[in-house]
């Protein structure tokens, strides 16, 4: 009875529990089946699985798996067990709890209730705790005794940009009691929806309001792929995921091994968190744009700000602040050069850039699922819609391939691939052309595409060192310049036949169609990059044919280019305090500051930073 006990206190987490594709209800379903139950009992070795009280057992995790080394493609799942549920067993089968030990990767004891709280309720529990709360009551006390304590206004602060680290900034500083002005250079969700419609449909390009700028970030118009390599498991992005959930996603984005929810959802949501922080206060204001800092002394008092519409001279404010976050992404690339001007501390970093690949999704459900492919029903079948991740490493020097230094290793990836998606404009100018991928969240259209792009560093900005730390935004710029005048303008994509494009001949046939709805032009793209970019990513996508049978097609596209995969700057900030280590007063957080590299990512980084932003302020007194 004493065993048992001391196993009830906490969790047992059951790990890679298999279920076959053919026996699972499917990608959608999140309960606890039947066929669920039959891999519990295998492992517990229990004898009845349907004698087991589905109850007992939570869902953490499920995910599809179809490698070829399976016998059959399964879904995988991670279930917490609750001892205390099973005692309602005939106590003659409670062998199996006598039985539970610790088993590498597959049993594991959690001692207690564990499970992280959405952000909004740990800002609640905060508020009771820390100074936010003191704050409300010195200032109810100023009113009874205005001689004694002096009035206590809310430090004001600045967060620029309303991308995922923007928003989480804001919530956090919001619900802590500081007097948060959200500034956001491109349109709420309806305007930007409107003007995105212009483009696509009257190829009329917003340079305020486009698929970088504008309510929500870059994020808003994408895919929506919540998978991030920071430790989807972590407190961190498990409070950021129920956040989500909390503002309209659904709830199965916190059990999905692969979780993603489309632009038709992160709309609606996005419209949730908007009236979530002004019921908290916060001021947004959106078509205004940051042109400068006001800095005395190395310490910033306050932004320069203008109607982003009609750029500097037209409607300009200086409006201070006790601290201004820097939530810019890094599309915004005047905000660099503003940067350097204070003497900010900018350094280069490595990125990677390459081509978009397309294909028919269909092609790539069969090279994923095989025989399951007729399963997918175009995002309403059992079986996800298929996707692939490959990474391979290039020799530079090996075949021929030209090398900026000798030995280099350089990795070709794939990298936001959007199953069901189409290739879209990520341009915030007409002179340069670049893409990215979106879909919606049921991934229905008849096109897989990703980009393919290949690492590169400093080392390869060389013939760009007179721009200093902004090189790597140059070479950037280099190839979208090329890329715009390839496909001759009006947004027209240059494109290539993979075929083709492995064979260094210009696609003459008839070539394979495309999602992307602004018109493509036959290109030879080995004329974008420098050689030992266009020979890796040839090396590479012979290599990727190896694993996935079929890759190369006369039905795959090449779309260039794919540029903007990360920042090619990090603004270098203090790791505990997220201070700027030059301007006292500036955080800068997100993607465009080097510190993410996705939506979750970038939320959580904000998210910190709100707390640290907080704590500089007292406003909370807490750990970071
Ligand atoms: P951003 O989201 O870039 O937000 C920055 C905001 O600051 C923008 O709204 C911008 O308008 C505003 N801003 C810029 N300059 C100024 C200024 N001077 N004044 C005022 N406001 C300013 N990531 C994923 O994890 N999953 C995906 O599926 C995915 N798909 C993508 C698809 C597309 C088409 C694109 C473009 C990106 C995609 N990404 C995806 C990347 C992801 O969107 C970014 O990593 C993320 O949005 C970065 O968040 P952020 O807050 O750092 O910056």
């Known amino acids: 009875q004493n065993n048992i006990k001391n196993r009830a206190e906490g969790f047992w987490r059951l790990s890679k529990l298999g279920v076959p594709a053919h026996k699972d209800p499917g990608k959608d379903f999140i309960g606890v089946s039947l066929p669920l139950l039959e891999a519990i009992a295998k492992v517990l070795e229990f004898p009845v699985a349907a004698m087991l009280p589905q109850e007992a057992f939570s869902i953490v995790r499920k995910s599809f798996d179809a490698r070829k080394v399976l016998k059959e493609p399964q879904f995988v799942y991670t279930v917490d067990m609750d001892v205390k549920k099973l005692l309602n067993l005939e106590p003659r089968t409670w062998d199996f709890i006598y039985r539970l030990e610790p088993k590498l990767g597959v049993i594991e004891y959690m001692p207690k209730e564990d499970i992280p709280a959405d952000l909004i309720r740990i800002l609640h529990d905060c508020k009771q705790t820390h100074n936010g709360f003191k704050l409300e009551e010195r200032q109810d006390t100023h009113g009874k005794d205005s001689n004694e304590l002096p009035l206590l206004k809310k430090p004001k602060v600045a967060v620029i940009g309303s991308g995922p680290s923007g928003l989480f900034a804001s919530l956090v500083l919001g619900e802590l009691g500081a007097e948060v002005t959200l500034i956001e250079r491109g349109q709420a969700v309806e305007q930007r929806g409107r003007d995105i419609g212009a483009l696509v449909v009257r190829r009329v390009l917003q340079s305020e309001s486009n698929f970088c700028f504008g309510e929500g970030g870059a994020g808003t118009w994408s895919d929506g792929k919540l998978v991030t390599r920071i430790g989807r498991n972590s407190d961190s992005v498990q409070a950021v995921m129920k956040t989500l959930v909390q503002f309209g996603a659904p709830s199965n984005i916190l059990v999905d091994g692969k979780p993603h929810l489309g632009t038709d959802r992160l709309v609606p949501l996005l419209r949730n968190f908007r009236q979530h922080l002004k019921g908290l206060g916060v001021d947004i204001k959106f078509g205004t744009r940051l042109n400068d800092l006001i800095v005395e002394n190395k310490h910033v008092l306050g932004v320069k700000v203008c109607d982003a519409r009609h750029g500097p001279g037209y409607d300009d404010k200086k409006l201070s602040y006790d601290a201004v976050v820097l939530a810019v992404g890094h599309s915004a690339r005047d905000v660099y050069p503003m940067l350097l001007e204070h003497n900010v501390d900018l350094l280069p970093k490595d990125f990677a850039v390459g081509l978009r690949i397309e294909h028919p999704q269909q092609l790539i459900n069969g090279i994923q699922y095989s025989t399951l492919a007729t399963e997918v029903h175009e995002g309403r079948g059992r079986v996800p819609v298929a996707d692939y991740k490959v990474v391979k490493y290039?020799?530079?020097?090996?075949?021929?391939?030209?090398?900026?230094?000798?030995?280099?290793?350089?990795?070709?990836?794939?990298?936001c691939?959007?199953?069901?998606?189409?290739?879209?404009?990520?341009?915030t100018n007409p002179s340069e052309l670049c893409i990215n991928g979106m879909s919606f969240s049921r991934r229905a259209s008849r096109w897989a595409n990703a980009a393919l792009v290949v690492t590169v560093s400093s080392n390869d900005f060389d013939s760009f060192q007179s721009y200093g730390p902004l090189a790597g935004v140059e070479f950037q710029r280099e190839f979208e310049r090329r890329a715009a005048i390839m496909g001759g303008g009006n947004f027209v994509v240059p494109v290539q036949a993979v075929t083709d494009f492995l064979e260094n001949k210009l696609s003459v046939t008839s070539l394979p169609p495309s999602s992307y709805r602004?018109?493509?032009?036959?290109?030879?793209?080995?004329?974008?990059?420098?050689?030992?970019?266009?020979q890796a990513l040839q090396h590479?996508?012979?290599?990727?044919d190896k694993e996935l049978?079929?890759?190369?097609?006369?039905?795959?596209?090449?779309h260039g280019v794919e540029t903007r995969t990360s920042s090619p700057v990090q603004i270098l900030r203090h790791a505990d305090t997220y201070e700027s280590t030059s301007l006292k007063g500036l955080y800068p957080i997100g993607e465009g500051a080097g510190y993410a590299g996705g939506i979750v990512s970038a939320a959580v980084d904000g998210m910190y930073c709100g707390f640290a932003v907080a704590k500089s302020l007292s406003l909370y007194q807490g750990d970071i």
């Open 394 to 415: 290039i020799s530079e020097g090996n075949d021929g391939a030209s090398s900026a230094s000798d030995d280099l290793i350089r990795s070709c990836y794939s990298f």
């Open 417 to 427: 691939m959007c199953p069901g998606g189409q290739v879209v404009l990520t341009s």
């Open 518 to 534: 602004l018109g493509v032009q036959a290109s030879n793209l080995h004329e974008i990059f420098p050689s030992y970019i266009t």
């Open 540 to 544: 590479a996508i012979l290599n990727i």
């Open 549 to 558: 049978p079929g890759f190369i097609s006369q039905d795959a596209l090449l």
